[in-house]
């Protein structure tokens, strides 16, 4: 009798353990940027995705049929319009998200504030936060959005071809104290710039060129008077060219004083393509053989002349 | 014999309008001497001088800084500085209300509302790059205060303080709203939300400081030549009236006048706000009620306040530049406190 309750004991423990091990085989726990544990039961299928880059980087690892929501600014790659919009940033609006029965929203820290996750958290949907400064952080993210898809080799495979680009680069650029001056928004609305600890800096770094305004933290404000007296060899602008009037680089050439500038003078102006180069997704990359291709460029046509 | 006199006194004398133009030339000195980027003296000084004698200039930094950047802006500043506060002593005056001025009474807001729509349409004057802007937020100035002073007229006939500036502030609440509507659906062609509530003159150029010359050359005349009828406007309406004074037409000159430079202001450098507001009020302080005095107090005053302000903006945080905005606000609503105390406890 004894000896029959403990082999239905045991028994019944041997098949806790398996359906806990089966469990675990199956469960995902990634910790988020903000140092938060997130554990789904099962990699995602239903996601709301809030950030542009976010979703791209979904899209680049292969999980873009699992999107079932997007934020508002989300618009790449061209074939998630279909995907219906969500409200983001402060009018995120929870009743529409949960709508949508997504098992993870992914979303940024800056955006939404921390009420709405634990609404969200309430109602029985996961938050994971990502947040990238650095492409370092980018690659997190990756990792981190890959876990959470059960797509961890995609999402390897993503980082290594980024990786190998931005090695590419750097080793066929030579930092020869060139500079370049970033412009995030046009003078007419006053002149602004992406300093230190932005992805700018980052790829100006990769390609070999000294961002002009590293003194700078983040994107800021900055004074006509510095962008003449530090003269960049370089400039890349951002500015969205929308099919009227002159183009963004016409736009820079025609302004007063600044053709005395070496980049005007040496043509060194691109308009850059803006939502691969401000995003943290896989389209640095693109960002950076952009850059690259622009200098090599320049340097091509300048050796002639001299 | 004793009206002569008395009239002699209503002015300033040409050296007190020497000490002033003085006062704001040395201010003006300052601000294109001293900027973000550190130019020796000698180097600004040869600049500017050679630039105005039309002698060839050395070609160095200084030259494109000064003459590009530094000049355009102090002028535009110092232009934008003298129109607003004399647009607010002229309706303080005219309103006798302590409180208006374009910023308070939605005014501004309006004009910035017209730019914006301007802008994102795309509505230009033939033959000008700027003149569309600049006509849409004139008309939006003079038409919010067309309305505001209508509004306040029918819900409370003696147009007193308190009706007008709540309607003005609700005015520019809603104004500001529609604003950021705007821009919300037109992003790619207007400037950004914070420009048009917190002004800057980052950017301008020589042309725009032609058109703001012009136009406070003109609408200042037009309000320093109404001295007398403001005077007495600011004793009461009905006072006006009495000694003769045709209230409807100087009425609707001097709001006219008041929306032309303002929205010219706006156009250009967005609204700015506390110069219009407090200005008046440092200057009622230091030379009395009287308008043949108060309006050209109010406009060196304005001017100089504004230069400083600017190079703060400019200077502060170098490279980082503020929003010329943030220092009008703070710098004035201190100023404002420290004077005022003064006055009361020295009355």
């Avoid at chain 1, 950030?51 to 292969?62: K, M, R, T, V, Y």
């Avoid at chain 2, 232009?79 to 002593?89: E, H, M, R, V, Y």
């Avoid at chain 2, 800057?200 to 010359?213: A, D, H, M, R, W």
Wanted: hydrophobic residues 50%; contains cysteine.
């Amino acid at each position: 009798m004894s000896k029959k309750l403990v082999s239905l004991f045991l028994a019944v423990l041997m098949v806790c353990s398996m359906a806990a091990s089966l469990a675990e085989g199956s469960s995902v726990t990634v910790t988020d940027m903000l140092g938060r544990e997130v554990t789904l039961t099962e990699p995602a299928t239903r996601i709301v995705v809030m950030q542009p880059s976010d979703c791209e980087i979904l899209c680049a690892i292969g999980c873009e049929d699992t999107i079932v929501g997007r934020g508002q600014y989300v618009d790449y790659p061209a074939s998630i319009q279909n995907v219906p919009v969500v409200q983001s940033g402060a009018e995120t609006n929870i009743e529409e998200i949960l709508a949508l029965n997504p098992q993870v929203v992914l979303m940024n820290d800056m955006s939404q504030t921390e009420e709405q996750v634990k609404q969200l958290e309430a109602n029985g949907v996961k938050v994971a936060v990502s947040q990238a400064s650095n492409i370092e952080g980018v690659y997190y993210s990756i990792r981190m959005i890959g876990k959470l898809m059960g797509k961890e080799d995609n999402a390897e495979a993503v980082i290594a071809d980024m990786q190998a680009a931005f090695d590419e680069i750097r080793a066929n650029s030579k930092n020869e104290g060139k500079s370049v001056y970033f412009e995030v928004s046009p003078l007419q609305y006053g002149l602004w710039t992406a300093g230190k600890g932005t992805f700018m800096d980052e790829l100006a770094e990769i390609c070999g060129l000294t961002n002009a305004f590293a003194d700078v933290e983040g994107w800021a404000a900055i004074s006509e008077e510095q962008v003449l007296a530090r003269d960049p060899d370089y400039i890349v602008t951002i500015t969205m060219y929308y099919g009227e009037g002159p183009t963004p680089v016409e736009e820079i050439i025609s302004r007063e004083g600044w053709g005395d500038l070496k980049a005007v003078k040496n043509g060194a102006i691109l308009n850059a393509e803006s939502n691969a180069i401000s995003r943290p997704g896989p389209r640095l990359k693109d960002a950076a053989i952009e850059l690259y291709n622009f200098i090599h460029g320049i340097k091509a046509e300048e050796v002639p002349a001299a | 014999m004793q009206d002569s006199r008395q009239l002699k006194r209503e002015r300033f004398s040409p050296v007190t309008y020497c000490l002033l133009g003085a006062a704001l030339f040395l201010t003006m000195v300052l601000c294109i001497c001293v900027g973000s980027v550190r130019i020796t003296f000698s180097d600004t000084v040869t600049a500017v001088w050679n630039a105005v004698w039309g002698l060839p200039i050395p070609e160095n930094i200084a030259k494109n800084i000064i003459l590009n950047v530094r000049l355009p802006r102090v002028l535009c500043v110092v232009l934008a500085g003298a129109a607003l506060s004399i647009c607010g002593a002229a309706m303080q005056g005219l309103l006798r209300n302590p409180l208006a001025d374009g910023s308070t009474m939605g005014v501004s807001s309006g004009a910035a509302l017209g730019a914006v729509i301007a802008m994102a349409t795309g509505f230009t004057l033939p033959g000008t790059s700027y003149g569309g802007i600049m006509v849409t937020a004139m008309a939006f100035a003079f038409g919010s205060l067309v309305l505001i002073l209508s509004l306040a007229y029918m819900l409370d006939r003696s147009l007193s303080t308190s009706s007008i500036i709540l309607i003005g502030v609700i005015f520019t609440m809603f104004i500001s709203s529609i604003i950021s509507l705007v821009i919300t659906f037109s992003s790619d062609h207007t400037r950004s939300l914070n420009f048009w509530t917190l002004g800057s003159f980052s950017g301008v150029n020589y042309s725009q400081v032609k058109l703001l010359g012009l136009a406070l050359l003109v609408c200042g005349g037009v309000l320093y030549r109404f001295s007398p009828e403001l005077n007495a406007f600011a004793i009461g309406e009905d006072n006006a009236r009495h000694i003769g004074v045709n209230v409807k037409r100087v009425k609707l000159v001097i709001l006219i006048t008041v929306s032309v430079l303002i929205g010219v202001c706006v156009s250009i450098s967005g609204t700015i706000s506390f110069v219009g507001l407090v200005m008046p009020h440092i200057a009622r302080m230091l030379v009395g009620p009287n308008h043949r005095r108060l309006l050209p107090a109010s406009l060196f005053s304005g001017a100089i306040f504004l230069l400083l302000a600017d190079l703060t903006a400019r200077t502060i945080l170098s490279p980082i530049e503020l929003s010329i905005g943030v220092v009008t606000s703070i710098v004035g609503a201190v100023a404002f406190v420290v004077i005022f105390c003064k006055t009361r406890k020295a009355g």
